[in-house]
């Protein structure tokens, strides 16, 4: 009996014990935040020497080099790297008759799709040199360009210059 009384005791004292742990409490926080976007930025290099040629060369070349575009908006918004170009006038008074920019191998980072750059001629009207089809977020994209400066087969000897304007929108 007393073992019997030692067992009903030690059980309600059990039952007693898990009524009183009583349920467990939880509470909701509701957060937020935001991600903002910074802006889209190009380099270029200020200078750029192209490949020196004997009178009579009717094409100049040379690397503009690197050209890189950083885009820190965080959006979808597509930009376009564009170029333009004066022509290239020597002091004696010949000058060139066209101006050509090739992109080449565009080099990507983040979620960005872009084609490699094709020849495009440059006036001083801006021409989009590189664009992407897609992007998303954050992502870069560089290239090296070459240009490509046509002489008249008449260029006299002399010291040639002009200025190529990249820009990106």
């Known amino acids: ?33 935001e991600l903002t976007g910074g802006g889209l930025a190009l380099s270029a290099p200020a200078t750029a020497p192209l490949t020196n040629a004997p009178a009579g060369t009717l094409t100049i070349t040379g690397s503009l080099g690197e050209a890189a575009v950083t885009d820190s908006r965080g959006g979808t918004v597509a930009w376009t ?6 022509a290239f006038t020597g002091v004696l008074g010949s000058s060139s008759t066209a101006v050509s920019y090739t992109a080449g191998v565009v080099a990507e980072t983040g979620t960005i799709t872009v084609a490699d750059g094709i020849a495009t001629t440059l006036t ?16 870069t994209a560089s290239w090296t360009s070459t240009l490509a400066v046509t002489m008249p087969a008449g260029a006299l000897a ?3 210059s002009g200025t190529v304007t990249t820009s990106v929108l």
Request: proline share 5%.
């Open 158 to 160: 002399d010291d040639y």
């Open 81 to 86: 790297a564009s170029a333009a170009s004066t």
């Open 124 to 139: 001083a009207t801006p021409a989009s040199v590189v664009a992407p089809t897609t992007l998303s977020g954050n992502n």
């Open 1 to 33: 009996m007393k073992l019997r009384a030692s067992l009903i005791l030690g059980t309600a004292t059990a039952g007693l014990l898990v009524v009183t742990a009583g349920p467990a409490m939880a509470a909701d926080t509701a957060t937020t935040f």
